[in-house]
């Protein structure tokens, strides 16, 4: 690989592992200055009482006599001028929840509530606060006040607040507080059904809590696996990595399948070459050169694939019809896996690309500065694209810059007037002026383009207030039966007398990968997935090199198909028409054929003494049958020829891969899987398990089954030369 792709796979691995932390880090959700006031209102009171310790929220010890008596004069001295300080009130309701219990120090965290208002970002801070030290009811206040809050941001399934509960459960679940992470998990869920970390991480904590719970924990796998391939972002990465096991596997049984071949066809092989051109040589050096011409690929460094193909080419007059189609068939899947790798690289790309992280972040509510500034540089560097222009607007529109958001999403509906979502956004900005007619035709023509939620739901908001209630009514239905969960979440944040609000809409993934993708360095990136295990090749050649093969392949078989050594049906002889003196004979060799045929004057002895010899073959045919099947998944049916083998062998091998290599192999090169590795490991084990185990059944059953053929050929010749033997009998008398 060139250096410039060197780099460019160094660089995948940074921006691969920093954006592996999804929700792990910490989100810029508000402005600067507002961020700034209330950690100073925070920090104000904290300072004025040294030695109160918070560093472990989950313990709640009981303070030194000292530390009280000085936090209590502390406190009491800024009752004055902090009692309108929302710190101020938690802070007195921490030390009293530590010092006499949560019943006295409910009414001070309440007043703190109260305090905050429609602070949103010291809601937020105190809502963290109490999910830290598992205080579900105190959180709960905090909560409720901030889900109006982010859906008056457009958020319909407020994935902010979803997402730190989210965070706060895999930290519990670090400290080893299962309940609360189970918990903080189900929170999670009400706000997003599918929300695959909180689907995994509660599968993972239901099988920790108890494993009799299984059926809960593989129902939250499955939910949580459907809901990864359905999402927008995670659904690409996913199926990125399932692409990837299953190239890796198809080549892995194309190896198995050329492995097996040799196997079982290399004697009619070494057969015509010591008929043919090494007659003048020694058995020894036959079978010796045979096997260089074999292996020839791997002694000149080549590597396993190309001896693959290699013994496959040689070997191709030597297999059954059905044989030749299944490897027509991996050899013909290799000319579309730079389509996949490819493919595996632009996913890659956008997850190391920075525009993707903004991207992200405007899409969660982040509304901080120094996200403002990403975009403005983004909008500022492509001035005609679409997505710079409908972030930037969106951003605009949560932090209250309404002019400036609306010319913004006004261009993005120039630029790209497909896109449903823009124009929802600029409908929420004429709905925000108080322009409904405005708004009502922006969503109209939303909705034309993509029904939506968000569009279907902000036209019964539309509605009602125009009061065409017949109306209002048929959009509320149809938001509801578009997404439920999002409409009881509206119905929720709308309560109380609270002002209407508008909903915006997700950008699809496509459009998503559409707008971010450059698509100029993926053949470089495609190569480094690729690895070249076919040394020479690259991958954007490997539709040619597969196509030539098949061609010679089959020109092969074709012409030297009728004139190559089989095997005897019977004893396993490798013949051809050089050593057959019977040329009409092509299913036994000369010694078995005047045996199984029937045919007069054979001594009822020799009979006898073929039939063994074909026993001890058949035998030793079903011990090779039974040991590939228990060793290799799908390997007995391979040895048969069996078609079932490559489904058989292509899941195991998947399984194996997916499950348990490719993560310990090259982490780096895979996006983090939504399922717990506890899980996926067992998923994988039990998988490979089961497959493995009707494979050596299904071997052990066709083993068994040529035994007893073989057994009632043997006593049909024992009773034969019992009959012939008492024939003979008067006759010897006689002479």
Same mark, same amino acid.
């Given at each position: 690989m060139s250096q410039r792709g060197r780099f460019l796979i160094g660089l995948l691995f940074v921006g691969v592992g920093l954006g592996s932390g999804g929700i792990a880090g910490a989100f810029e959700i508000f402005p600067d200055a507002q961020v700034h006031e209330a950690h100073t209102l925070r920090q104000r009171v904290l300072d004025a009482t040294p030695g109160l310790d918070l560093a472990r929220p989950r313990t709640a010890a009981a303070l030194p006599a000292e530390s009280l008596a000085e936090a209590a004069k502390s406190l009491a001295a800024l009752e004055g001028r902090e009692a309108a300080n929302p710190f101020f009130h938690w802070l007195r309701g921490e030390i009293l929840r530590r010092t006499q219990g949560m019943e006295v120090a409910g009414a001070s965290f309440e007043r703190a509530a109260e305090r905050a208002g429609t602070k949103a970002v010291i809601h937020w801070i105190l809502w963290q606060e +109490? %999910? $830290?030290?598992?205080?579900?009811?105190? $959180?709960?206040? +905090?909560?409720?006040?901030?889900?109006?809050?982010? *859906?008056?941001?457009?958020? #319909?399934?407020?994935?902010?607040?979803?997402?730190?509960?989210?965070?706060?459960?895999? =930290?519990?679940?670090?400290? @080893?507080?299962?309940?609360?992470?189970?918990?903080?998990?189900?929170?999670?869920?009400?706000?997003?059904?599918?929300?695959?970390?909180? !689907?995994?991480?509660?599968?993972?904590?239901?099988?920790?809590?108890?494993?009799?719970?299984?059926?809960?924990? $593989?129902?939250?796998? #499955? =939910?949580?696996?459907?809901?990864?391939? @359905?999402?927008?972002?995670?659904?690409?990465r996913l199926m990125s990595n399932l692409l990837w096991s299953l190239m890796s596997a198809w080549l892995l049984c194309l190896l198995v399948a050329a492995g097996v071949a040799a196997l079982r066809t290399h004697t009619l092989f070494f057969h015509d070459l010591r008929e043919g051109p090494f007659r003048p040589f020694l058995?020894?050096?036959?079978?010796?050169?045979? %096997?260089?011409?074999? %292996?020839?690929?791997?002694?000149?460094?080549?590597?396993? $694939?190309?001896? #693959?193909?290699?013994?496959?080419?040689?070997?191709?007059?030597?297999?059954?019809?059905?044989?030749?189609?299944?490897?027509? *068939? !991996? /050899?013909?899947?290799?000319?579309?896996?730079?389509?996949?790798?490819?493919?595996?690289?632009? =996913?890659?790309?956008?997850?190391?690309?920075?525009?993707?992280?903004?991207s992200l972040a405007a899409e969660r509510g982040e509304t901080g500065d120094g996200l403002l500034a990403s975009l403005e540089a983004w909008r500022t560097e492509n001035p005609k694209s679409g997505l710079a222009a409908y972030y930037l607007g969106l951003l605009q529109k949560r932090r209250g810059e309404l002019a400036a958001a609306e010319a913004n999403l006004a261009e993005a509906v120039k630029l790209r007037p497909g896109w449903s979502f823009a124009h929802t956004g600029l409908g929420n900005l004429h709905f925000l002026a108080g322009r409904l007619k405005e708004a009502e035709a922006s969503y109209q023509r939303a909705a034309s383009i993509h029904p939506a939620f968000a569009s279907a739901a902000n036209l019964g908001t539309v509605y009602t207030l125009q009061m065409q209630l017949d109306k209002s009514s048929e959009w509320m239905t149809r938001s509801a039966r578009l997404d439920i969960q999002a409409a009881a979440l509206l119905a929720r944040a709308g309560s109380s007398g609270r002002p209407a609000v508008v909903m915006d809409e997700p950008v699809p993934g496509t459009v998503l990968a559409a707008g971010l993708y450059e698509g100029d360095e993926d053949d470089v990136v495609a190569e480094g997935f690729w690895g070249r295990p076919l040394r020479g090749v690259r991958v954007r050649w490997l539709a040619g090199v597969a196509l030539v093969f098949l061609v010679a392949f089959w020109? +092969?078989?074709?012409?030297? @198909?009728?004139? /190559?050594?089989?095997?005897? =049906?019977?004893?396993?002889?490798?013949?051809?028409?050089?050593?057959?003196?019977?040329?009409?004979?092509?299913?036994?060799?000369?010694?078995?054929?005047? *045996?199984?045929?029937?045919?007069?004057?054979?001594?009822?002895?020799?009979?006898?003494?073929?039939?063994?010899?074909?026993?001890?073959?058949?035998?030793?045919?079903?011990?090779?049958?039974?040991?590939?099947?228990?060793?290799?998944?799908?390997? &007995?049916?391979?040895?048969? &020829?069996? *078609?079932?083998?490559?489904?058989?062998?292509?899941?195991?091998?998947?399984?194996?891969?997916?499950?348990?290599? !490719?993560?310990?192999?090259?982490?780096?090169l895979r996006f983090p899987s939504p399922l717990p590795s506890a899980l996926r490991w067992t998923g994988a084990a039990a998988a490979v398990l089961i497959l493995q185990s009707l494979s050596a059944w299904r071997s052990r059953v066709v083993a068994a089954a040529a035994r007893e053929d073989r057994k009632r050929a043997l006593r049909g010749a024992w009773s034969g030369a019992g009959r012939e033997g008492e024939e003979s009998e008067p006759l010897r008398m006689r002479e």
């Open positions: +109490h %999910l $830290a030290r598992g205080l579900w009811r105190e $959180a709960e206040r +905090h909560e409720q006040a901030l889900l109006p809050l982010e *859906v008056r941001l457009g958020l #319909a399934h407020a994935p902010l607040i979803s997402q730190t509960l989210v965070r706060a459960a895999e =930290q519990a679940a670090g400290d @080893g507080d299962s309940e609360a992470a189970a918990r903080l998990y189900d929170r999670a869920l009400l706000y997003q059904a599918g929300q695959v970390e909180a !689907l995994a991480g509660r599968a993972a904590m239901r099988w920790g809590l108890s494993p009799g719970r299984l059926f809960g924990a $593989a129902r939250d796998v #499955a =939910q949580s696996v459907w809901a990864s391939l @359905g999402h927008r972002i995670t659904g690409g058995p020894a050096v036959q079978r010796s050169l045979g %096997l260089l011409v074999l %292996l020839a690929p791997l002694m000149l460094g080549l590597g396993l $694939a190309w001896t #693959a193909l290699g013994m496959l080419l040689l070997l191709a007059p030597y297999l059954t019809p059905r044989e030749r189609t299944v490897v027509s *068939v !991996l /050899v013909a899947g290799l000319a579309i896996v730079p389509i996949g790798y490819r493919w595996i690289a632009a =996913q890659h790309i956008l997850a190391a690309s920075p525009r993707m992280a903004t020109t +092969h078989a074709r012409l030297r @198909g009728g004139r /190559v050594a089989t095997r005897c =049906q019977e004893c396993g002889t490798p013949f051809c028409v050089h050593c057959q003196s019977d040329f009409r004979e092509r299913a036994y060799c000369s010694p078995c054929a005047p *045996v199984f045929r029937d045919r007069e004057g054979v001594p009822a002895m020799v009979k006898l003494a073929r039939q063994r010899e074909a026993d001890g073959w058949s035998r030793q045919e079903a011990r090779r049958t039974v040991w590939l099947g228990t060793l290799i998944p799908g390997g &007995g049916w391979w040895y048969r &020829g069996g *078609v079932l083998a490559l489904p058989v062998c292509l899941v195991s091998l998947w399984a194996l891969l997916e499950g348990l290599l !490719l993560d310990a192999v090259a982490p780096n």
